[in-house]
């Protein structure tokens, strides 16, 4: 065996290189990171082919003052933490003091900086340096050139100008989304990409993000003790193929998290489905001593002490935003939609905002009701008088006046599809199909939110499973018992399963059983129960919901548009399509071209 031998500095910086500087894009992270910490309040980005060739950020920031200026680059110097308690409360977005070494020994790295007070600039170039005047009005300029120049191996692994420059505009924008009370501008190869004035939240995403997501977008503002949450989530008509247009933040440092994206995607699982994405921007606020920044060499990942915490939190925050209909709000005026009144001697369930069907106890008997749902409320003919607390439809809509209900009054109904309506606005065009559908859904969940009914199977399931799948069962039996679930050991390595979730009833025992255990370290067994008892209500839904060409009357689609001003999630189906639009009259008048 080779003796053992101390590594060269040299070589520990450029080791130490392949963990933080992974590309261009890695290079402009750290550096912009550090132009943030300096207080800066302008910072200018110049790139050219795409980085490779060369890096220059400048700010107007605090500066390095001529002692600090060549201790910058030496491994493991900051100024950003000199303790324990300082690194188990991170506020900055640097800290661990290895970036600059890092780049300085891949690539020809120069610092100039002007502290605040100070008489002139200095500059030092590379490691090992003494610093030299230079002129500079104020701030840190960070010129980095040729990277890899000396290791042509790295080089190679790098792709082309277009993909790196890519990668350093993503880069650039987490920052800038970040931070937007900074200015920050990039240009790349002479041709200015972004030029962003320091504003709010709302203005420095509508630039980065398009006006197209802010108008397809819900806000997000929850506050629950120390932990804050706001932003944009967009509406499913915005969704994406990929995750390009995700962006979180954890007290200003963008995170990928799988926590946290679990914790999003739930909240859209009842609007959101197949293979498309949702787009977000969220900052999280949160104690930095409750959250660990020191777990991933390029600041990328944190861990929370609270991590069931926090995803609970996002998770009802995002569901929440979303599930508040936009439906409520579309007439512009304050209106509360209540519930028709049943007309004398129709059943109790003889109209579409007054459904209460008896507790069912099995999967065939829940079907039953979605199915006959609809027949009870079309055999509804709403009156048309208007009392305290409640509100009838009439048969045909009076002048539009302030108290008019946000979705209008029907006017007919196209091809036994749509319901054509009009409101204080101008039109709105409804998929009569689509928003029965998301009504029965969200009536149909909160029928079997109370205690879940159980099915007791003639031969108990005897599974064979791992030593982990055994402790997991023993560990929570008290909440598998609370989802409908009755198990217990039938051997070292066997399972027995007696009882499961009634409306599950018909699914593989077995598989369901493993997906529960297997998922009941990550999260409870509710959420995994929720979203099979979800999937069968939705197709329920579906089926039960009102079928094209089935003609209504114009009691019975102003039924339907006032119980979706009533529902949760109503401008979607529960496959994420929308239910409605609203066509406003100035865009018809602009259609017809009136007035020109």
């Given at each position: 065996m080779p003796a053992i031998h101390r590594l060269s500095d040299p070589l520990i910086n450029q080791i130490a290189a392949g963990e933080v500087v992974e590309r261009p894009a890695s290079v402009l992270k750290e550096v912009l990171e550090n132009a943030v910490d300096a207080d800066s309040q302008a910072i200018e980005v110049l790139l050219e082919a795409g980085g490779v060739r060369r890096i220059r950020i400048s700010d107007d920031g605090?500066?390095?003052?001529?002692?600090?200026?060549?201790?910058?680059?030496?491994?493991?110097?900051?100024?950003?933490?000199?303790?324990?308690?300082?690194?188990e409360s991170v506020a900055t977005m640097g800290f661990r003091g290895e970036a600059l070494a890092a780049i300085a020994s891949v690539a020809r790295t120069s610092i100039t900086s002007r502290a605040r007070g100070a008489g002139h600039a200095w500059r030092v170039e590379g490691t090992g340096r003494a610093p030299e005047p230079a002129p500079l009005n104020h701030g840190t300029v960070v010129d980095v050139q040729e990277l890899y120049y000396n290791t042509p191996a790295r080089r190679k692994f790098l792709k082309t100008e277009g993909t790196e420059f890519a990668h350093c505009d993503e880069a650039f924008r987490r920052v800038a989304l970040a931070r937007p009370d900074i200015a920050m501008q990039l240009t790349h190869n002479g041709r200015v990409?972004?030029?962003?004035?320091?504003?709010?939240?709302?203005?420095?995403?509508?630039?980065?993000?398009?006006?197209?997501?802010?108008?397809?977008?819900?806000?997000?503002?929850?506050?629950?003790?120390?932990?804050?949450?706001?932003?944009?989530?967009?509406?499913?008509?915005?969704?994406?193929?990929?995750?390009?247009?995700?962006?979180?933040?954890?007290n200003g440092r963008f995170v990928r998290d799988k926590l946290i994206t679990h914790a999003i995607r739930q909240a859209y699982r009842d609007i959101l489905h197949g293979s498309r994405h949702p787009a977000y921007v969220l900052?999280?606020?949160?104690?930095?001593?409750?959250?660990?920044?020191?777990?991933?060499?390029?600041?990328?990942?944190?861990?929370?002490?609270?991590?069931r915490a926090v995803h609970q939190f996002v998770y009802h925050a995002v569901e929440r935003a979303l599930g508040h209909s936009g439906a409520a709000e579309a007439g512009g005026d304050a209106f509360v939609p209540t519930a028709p009144v049943a007309p004398t001697g129709a059943p109790p369930a003889a109209a579409f905002g007054h459904y209460a069907p008896t507790p069912v106890q099995s999967p065939l008997a829940?079907?039953?009701?979605?199915?006959?749902?609809?027949?009870?409320?079309?055999?509804?003919?709403?009156?048309?008088?208007?009392?305290?607390?409640?509100?009838?439809?009439?048969a045909m809509p009076p002048e539009q006046t302030g108290e008019a209900p946000p979705l209008g009054f029907a006017l007919a109904q196209l091809h036994g599809v749509y319901i054509l309506a009009q409101n204080a606005q101008g039109m709105v065009l409804v998929d009569m199909h689509a928003a029965h559908e998301r009504i029965l859904y969200e009536r149909l969940k909160t029928v079997l939110d109370g205690t879940p009914s159980i099915q007791r199977l003639l031969i108990p399931a005897v599974l064979s499973v791992s030593a982990r799948e055994m402790a997991t069962a023993e560990a929570c039996e008290d909440?598998?018992?609370?989802?409908?679930f009755e198990i217990s050991p039938a051997g070292p390595t066997a399972l027995s399963v007696r009882t499961v979730p009634a409306l599950l009833a018909s699914a593989d025992v077995g598989e369901l059983t493993r997906s529960v255990l297997a998922e009941l370290d990550?999260?409870?067994?509710?959420?995994?129960?929720?979203?099979?008892?979800?999937?069968?209500?939705a197709t329920m839904a579906c089926h039960g919901a009102v079928r094209a060409n089935r003609t209504l009357t114009i009691p019975e689609m102003n039924a339907l548009l006032r119980q979706m001003e009533a529902t949760d999630r109503a401008d979607q189906c529960n496959h994420g399509r929308p239910t409605w639009t609203q066509f406003s009259m100035a865009e018809l008048d602009r259609f017809f071209l009136r007035g020109q």
């Open positions: 605090c500066g390095i003052d001529k002692g600090d200026l060549a201790l910058a680059l030496e491994r493991h110097a900051t100024s950003k933490i000199a303790s324990l308690e300082d690194l990409s972004h030029r962003l004035p320091a504003s709010d939240m709302t203005r420095r995403v509508g630039l980065l993000m398009g006006d197209d997501f802010l108008e397809h977008a819900r806000a997000v503002s929850v506050e629950a003790g120390p932990l804050q949450l706001t932003g944009f989530a967009s509406l499913p008509a915005y969704s994406r193929a990929s995750r390009d247009a995700q962006y979180f933040f954890v900052f999280l606020q949160i104690d930095p001593r409750t959250v660990d920044v020191n777990v991933h060499p390029a600041k990328i990942e944190v861990r929370f002490r609270e991590s829940m079907e039953s009701a979605a199915r006959n749902y609809y027949d009870f409320a079309s055999s509804a003919r709403p009156t048309e008088s208007r009392t305290q607390g409640s509100y009838t439809a009439p909440a598998l018992a609370g989802m409908g990550d999260m409870p067994a509710t959420e995994v129960i929720t979203a099979r008892r979800n999937e069968l209500l």
